[in-house]
C-alpha cells in the first residue's frame, strides 16, 4: 500500500471545497424538485427564484409548536457543507423572515434525520432583515439527498424564506458504515478522552444505518486529544477503539454504498502516536457482495502495512481494491498496538462494468487524448475477461460517436445556410419595400401631404459613421432583431380593434413601419381635450370633431371606446399574447369613436413622465402595472386585466390626470408591496365623479389581489356591452 502523509495546513478536507451553490438560485433544481408543507398563496408556494412572490410563506401564522418545511429533492447524495438564507425582499417591498430555522435531511426519502451541530444544537441562527443573505456553515456537514428546511420562532409570526444549498455531488456514494462504539482513555490525573463517534447520525445503539465522524471531511490532528475544532473535547475527532476490547483482535466495519460500483482504493486517515500506545492498522481485509441480499464474496482483498515507530504524524493509507465490483464492503482492520484510532475514511470508485456504451465513455475519452494518458492504464482481472463481443461493443460505439458528431456538424451548416437565406429574404433580392400580402387589400385613407421644411426632418443616413465605436453596433443589432421580431408579431394580428401593419421597410436604416392613419390621434390626448358634461346627449354614431372643439365626451361614448378596447384585448388573449403596456396612450382614436390598440406610447417623449426607469436600464409604466409585474417581473393576461382596469380609470377621468398623480414613483412601487400583503393598507384609485358604481366595482374586480379573482376579457367585453345596451 501507500503511505501518503500531508500536513493539515496544506491539506484541502471535502469541507474547504465543496462550497459549491447547487442550483436553488440558478434554476438548476427544478420546481417540482422543491415542495412544501404548506403555502400562503400559489404565488408564495416553492419555487425557482424568478417566479412567484419572492420567497416561501406558510400558511397563516407560524406558531411555536408548528412544523412547517420547505423541502428539496436533489435526485441524489450531495455533501453539503453551508446554507443561505434571505427574507422575502422583494425589491424593498417584503417584510417576511425567518429568525431560525432547523434542518431535516433524508438519505431515503423514508427515515428523517434531524441536524445538530457538534454541540449538539438543533436551531440555526437565521435573517434579522429581508434583504441580506445570511449563510451559515454547517458543521459537521450534511450528507443527504432530501433536504427539509424548517422555519422556528417562539412567538406567532408570519415567515417568508429564500434558500441556497452550497456543496458538492458525494462521489464516495456511501451511504452507510456501521461500526463498534468507540472506547475511552482515562489516565490518572489527565481528562477524560472520549474516542466516540460524535456526530454518528445512525442507530445509537449498535452504530449501524448511518453516517458520522468519519466522513464529515476533518483531519484528525497529529496529536489525537487536540482538535480542530472549538469548545469540545480531547480525542474528539477521532474514532478510537482497544486491542483488548476485541477478541479477534480486529475491528469490523460495514459499508454500504447508493448503487453497485467498481471499487478501485480505500483511504483510511489513521493516528500514528506510537509513544501513547496508538499505531495505523497492521493489515485490513475486505470483502464484497453485489447485492446487499446475497452472501459476502469468498474471495477477499487485503494488505499489510509498514509499520512506523519514528515518525509519529498522522497519516493517510491507501488500499488498493483492485477494481472489484459490490455494493457492501466488509473490511477487518488488525490492531498492531494497544489503539487504534480512524478520523476519515473514503472509498474511490466507479461506475460498475457493463456491456453498454455508456460504461465505456471514460475508457473511450482516454483513448482519444492520445498515448501518453493510455500509458497510465493498467490492466485489471475484469479487463482481462473481456471477449470478442465487447470489441464489437467498442468498435460499435466508436462508430456511433462518429456519426453523432457529423449530424452534429451538418446541422450547424445547414442552421447557417437558413440564416442566411432568411436575411436574404428580409432584405430583398431587388432591394426594394415589399408590403406584406395579408394587408394589401387594406383600403388606406386618402391624406393630404403638407410641405414640411427638409431643415424640420432629422438626417437619417444610409450609410453609418466610419468611427461607430463596436458597442454602438452591436445595441443596433439587438435593435433592429427586436424590431424585425415586433414586426413578425404584429403582421398576425387580424382584428378590427388592433392597428393594422401595412408595410415595413427594411432595405436601409432606419427600419420603419407603415401602419393604418388614425385621424384623430391617441386616446389619451383625445380624451384630455374634451369637457365633463352633466348630461349625455350626444348619440354614439355622431361623428366626432376634432380636437379643440367644445363638444362634450359622454358616458355613452366611453362605454363605446371601452368596449372596443375589451374586444381587442380579448382578441389578444385568445392568442396567449401579453400586452404589457395597455394605456390610453397606446390607443388610436379614428371616426366615429373607432378605437384600435397600439404600442407606440414609450417611444414617445410626450409620455416619458409615465415611465419609471430602473437603475438606469429598464423603463417601466408602474402606475399601469400589477403588483407582481412589479416586484416580480411577471406578465399574463391577468396582468393586462390589471392594466385595463387603469385605462377604464383614465378614460372616465377624460385623462386629466395621472394614475396615483398624488404618489411619488417610489411610493407607487411601495403600494404595490402593500397589495402584495393585502394588510387593509393598500391605495387604491378614487371613484371619479363621471364614473357609475357599476364600472367603478368592474376596476376594483380587475385590480384584485389575487390573480384568479380578476375577470377575464371575455367577462369584461361582455359587461361592458350590457352596459352599453342598458344605456341606449
Not at 407560524?62 to 429533492?73: A, C, G, M, R, S
Not at 444505518?209 to 487536540?226: N, Y
Not at 371606446?561 to 380579448?570: F, H, P, R
Request: some cysteine; proline content about 4%; hydrophobic content about 40%.
Amino acid at each position: 500500500p501507500f503511505i501518503i502523509k500531508l500536513s493539515s495546513l496544506l491539506l484541502l478536507t471535502r469541507v474547504a471545497i465543496c462550497r459549491y451553490p447547487l442550483g436553488m438560485h440558478e434554476g438548476t433544481i427544478r420546481d417540482e424538485d422543491i415542495t412544501a408543507s404548506s403555502q400562503w398563496y400559489d404565488s408564495t408556494g416553492p419555487q425557482y427564484r424568478e417566479e412567484g412572490d419572492g420567497a416561501w410563506c406558510p400558511a397563516g401564522l407560524l406558531q411555536p409548536e408548528d412544523v412547517q418545511f420547505l423541502q428539496i429533492d436533489l435526485h441524489k447524495l450531495f455533501f453539503i457543507t453551508l446554507i443561505g438564507t434571505q427574507g422575502r425582499h422583494a425589491r424593498a417591498t417584503g417584510k417576511e423572515f425567518a429568525r431560525a430555522y432547523r434542518i431535516d435531511y433524508s438519505r431515503n426519502g423514508e427515515r428523517w434525520i434531524s441536524w445538530k451541530d457538534r454541540q449538539g444544537r438543533q436551531v440555526i441562527q437565521g435573517n434579522i432583515d429581508t434583504y441580506n443573505v445570511v449563510l451559515k456553515d454547517l458543521r459537521p456537514p450534511i450528507i443527504a439527498r432530501y433536504i427539509r428546511v424548517i422555519p422556528v420562532t417562539e412567538l406567532p409570526m408570519t415567515v417568508c424564506m429564500r434558500v441556497e444549498l452550497y456543496g458538492c455531488i458525494w462521489f464516495d456514494g456511501l451511504a452507510s458504515y456501521s461500526i463498534p462504539e468507540g472506547g475511552t482513555i482515562a489516565a490518572p490525573g489527565s481528562p477524560i478522552i472520549y474516542l466516540n463517534d460524535s456526530t454518528y447520525d445512525g442507530f445509537q445503539e449498535h452504530l449501524y444505518g448511518g453516517l458520522g465522524q468519519l466522513t464529515d471531511g476533518v483531519l484528525g490532528l497529529d496529536d489525537f486529544t487536540q482538535s480542530h475544532q472549538y469548545r469540545v473535547w480531547p480525542g474528539y475527532d477521532y474514532v478510537g477503539w482497544k486491542n483488548e476490547s476485541f477478541s479477534t483482535g480486529s475491528v469490523e466495519m460495514e459499508f454500504q454504498f447508493d448503487r453497485q460500483r467498481n471499487f478501485t482504493s480505500m483511504k483510511v486517515h489513521c493516528n500514528n502516536m506510537f509513544s501513547k500506545g496508538v499505531k495505523i492498522f497492521q493489515k485490513v481485509e475486505c470483502l464484497f457482495k453485489p447485492r446487499l441480499i446475497v452472501e459476502w464474496e469468498s474471495e477477499p482483498v487485503g494488505v499489510s502495512t509498514i509499520l512506523d515507530d519514528k515518525n509519529p504524524s498522522a497519516r493517510f493509507v491507501t488500499i488498493p481494491l483492485n477494481q472489484r465490483v459490490g455494493k457492501a464492503v466488509l473490511c477487518r482492520f488488525y490492531f498492531a498496538d494497544t489503539w487504534m484510532m480512524i478520523s476519515e475514511i473514503s472509498f474511490q470508485s466507479g461506475k460498475s462494468p457493463s456491456k453498454v456504451c455508456r460504461g465505456r465513455w471514460g475508457f473511450l475519452f482516454i483513448f482519444f487524448l492520445g498515448t501518453e494518458t493510455t500509458s497510465f492504464i493498467t490492466s485489471t482481472r475484469i479487463e482481462e475477461k473481456a471477449d470478442d463481443s465487447s470489441t464489437s461493443i467498442l468498435v460499435g460505439c466508436l462508430v456511433a460517436i462518429i456519426l453523432l458528431l457529423l449530424i452534429i456538424i451538418i446541422i450547424i451548416l445547414w442552421k447557417q445556410y437558413v440564416q442566411k437565406r432568411l436575411e436574404k429574404n428580409i432584405s430583398g433580392r431587388k432591394r426594394q419595400t415589399t408590403l406584406l400580402g395579408d394587408f394589401r387589400k387594406t383600403p388606406i385613407p386618402s391624406i393630404q401631404i403638407l410641405s414640411i421644411s427638409p431643415s424640420l426632418l432629422p438626417d437619417f443616413s444610409s450609410k453609418g459613421k466610419e468611427d461607430s465605436v463596436q458597442g454602438i453596433r452591436l445595441v443596433f443589432l439587438f435593435l433592429r432583431n427586436d424590431f424585425l421580431k415586433e414586426i413578425k408579431i404584429m403582421s398576425r394580428l387580424k382584428d378590427p380593434n388592433i392597428i393594422r401593419l401595412l408595410g415595413v421597410c427594411v432595405r436601409d436604416d432606419p427600419l420603419c413601419m407603415i401602419t393604418e392613419y388614425m385621424e384623430n390621434g391617441d386616446l389619451n390626448q383625445f380624451l384630455s381635450q374634451r369637457e365633463i358634461c352633466s348630461k349625455f346627449p350626444t348619440q354614439i354614431g355622431q361623428a366626432v370633431q376634432y380636437p379643440g372643439s367644445s363638444t362634450a365626451s359622454c358616458y355613452s361614448n366611453l362605454l363605446f371606446m371601452a368596449t372596443q378596447i375589451a374586444s381587442g384585448m380579448k382578441y389578444l388573449a385568445s392568442l396567449n399574447f401579453v400586452h404589457r403596456d395597455l394605456a390610453t396612450r397606446n390607443c388610436l382614436v379614428g371616426n366615429s369613436y373607432t378605437i384600435k390598440i397600439a404600442d407606440f406610447g414609450m417611444s414617445r417623449n410626450l409620455y416619458s413622465g409615465d415611465y419609471y426607469r430602473i437603475q438606469g436600464r429598464a423603463v417601466l409604466p408602474i402606475r399601469w402595472m400589477a403588483w407582481e409585474s412589479i416586484l416580480l417581473g411577471k406578465f399574463t393576461t391577468a396582468s393586462d386585466v390589471w392594466a385595463f382596469g387603469v385605462t377604464l380609470w383614465e378614460m372616465f377621468t377624460l385623462c386629466k390626470e395621472q394614475p396615483y398623480s398624488l404618489l411619488s414613483d417610489e411610493q407607487v412601487i411601495e403600494n404595490t408591496g402593500e397589495f402584495f400583503r393585502s394588510q387593509g393598507r393598500q391605495i387604491y384609485l378614487s371613484q371619479t365623479p363621471l364614473c357609475p358604481n357599476s364600472v367603478f366595482d368592474l376596476m376594483l374586480k380587475c385590480w384584485s389581489r389575487d390573480i384568479k379573482d380578476r375577470p377575464t376579457f371575455d367577462i369584461i367585453h361582455y359587461f361592458l356591452v350590457e352596459q352599453m345596451d342598458c344605456n341606449i
